[in-house]
């Protein structure tokens, strides 16, 4: 990477981690990426509302091979004290997504810099956080006939410039589960004469041991309690409403289904054995992440030319990246490049390192067919 681009990049940054957006309000965040884009290279901007791409196109019968970069933040006070701090309370880049845009950008200067072979799409992609982002962006793979899709996360803990990665899935399926039920009220001196939703709540809690039961499960499974939300601040009234929250994943999509399923048959058989109504709501969904097997070689041939010690997991990881929603429409590859004995993402302590940017642009070069 010629100096020159690495220090745009670093600049570019910077400039994201000072102005960060929650998920679907990144108006700054979009419009500052199309506007170095502009300035640093002459490529086809391809502008999607919330989000949008940018083209390198050669013979149109070459492969088609696309790169994403997410550009999101998350609900994070920024407590370092840093020359590029966030300036906006409460929200701040410690998912790295700064990152990742920065070395989306320095590929595209690259990649017009030297050329290419094949036709580069570079998708800047807007609300990974919720997964509701790589929903939308997705509808781009068959527009544009992309051939294959590539993409990376920071990953502290794993060796500096270091790559992981796995064939098959790399990431579990998740979604966020609220099941609702309604009673009848009654006075806090008679309960009996209402129906709460306490008891039914209660049991359900103590059974998800048994819903995420290993043994049950092919793949790895996991029910996670989030919130428990029953009646009101009021002393005189006994709870008629209540809310349990879960956060639903697995290894395998289906088997998260069949989990939510069974959540579903016991919160029917606790509302007809209390006298209760629910009802069941569904939000931030994010799907298996399954990465190709071809395109896994290809990050593993690139990071052999390149140098780049590789590791190979198994498992997928139990986080989730809707990073998915490419790789069910076509080919690609997800991998983790090391960010070294750093604090975790999401954590107050967490800054990109820039340095990762210079690994990720030469592999991202080397899948790219560069003219190097």
């Keep these: 990477m010629e100096p020159r681009t690495y220090e745009a990049a670093v600049a570019l940054r910077h400039e994201l981690h000072m102005h960060p957006e929650l998920s679907n309000q990144e108006t700054w965040t979009k419009a500052h990426l199309m506007e170095f884009l502009r300035a640093h290279t002459k490529l086809e901007l391809v502008d999607r509302g919330t989000w949008f791409y940018a083209a390198y196109r050669t013979d149109p019968s070459k492969p088609k091979i696309a790169f994403r970069a997410d ?10 004290p840093l020359p590029y701090a966030s300036t906006i309370p409460g929200v701040s880049h410690k998912c790295g997504h700064d990152g990742h845009s920065a070395s989306l950008a320095a ?25 509701s982002g790589a929903m939308v962006c997705a509808s781009m793979i068959k527009e544009e006939g992309v051939d294959e899709i590539y993409a990376y996360h920071i990953a502290p803990g794993i060796p500096f410039g270091s790559v992981a990665t796995t064939r098959g899935n790399f990431s579990c399926a998740s979604t966020g589960m609220s099941i609702y039920f309604t009673g009848t009220p009654a006075h806090a001196c008679n309960p009996g004469a209402g129906r709460s939703p306490a008891q ?8 998800i041991p048994d819903i995420h039961r290993a043994e049950d499960y092919k ?15 009021a002393f005189g009234t006994a709870a008629s409403k209540g809310v349990l929250r879960l956060t639903l994943r697995g290894s395998i999509e289906d088997e998260m289904w069949q989990m939510r399923d069974r959540l579903i048959l016991m919160a029917h058989a606790m509302s007809a054995e209390y006298g209760l109504q629910y009802s069941v709501e569904y939000e931030d969904y994010f799907p298996e992440n399954p990465n190709h097997p071809e395109q896994v070689d290809k990050v593993c041939r690139a990071c052999e030319k390149l140098e780049i010690p590789v590791e190979l997991f198994t498992l997928p990881v139990s986080g989730s990246e809707d990073f998915g929603y ?13 960010a070294g004995d750093i604090p975790e993402i999401h954590t107050s302590l967490f800054d990109f390192p820039d340095g990762i940017i210079k690994p990720a642009v030469a592999i991202f070069m080397e899948l790219a067919g560069a003219k190097q």
């Design 71 to 80: 550009f999101d933040a998350i609900p994070v006070e920024e407590t370092m």
């Design 107 to 131: 590929l595209a200067m690259e990649i017009e810099r030297v050329g290419s072979e094949n036709n580069v799409f570079f998708v800047f992609q807007h609300a990974e956080e919720n997964g």
């Design 200 to 207: 039914a709540i209660a049991r359900m809690v103590r059974a």
């Design 219 to 233: 793949g790895f499974v996991l029910c996670t309690l989030i919130q428990i939300d029953v009646g009101e601040k």
């Design 326 to 338: 490419f790789t069910k429409e076509t080919a690609g590859a997800y991998f983790y490049i090391g």
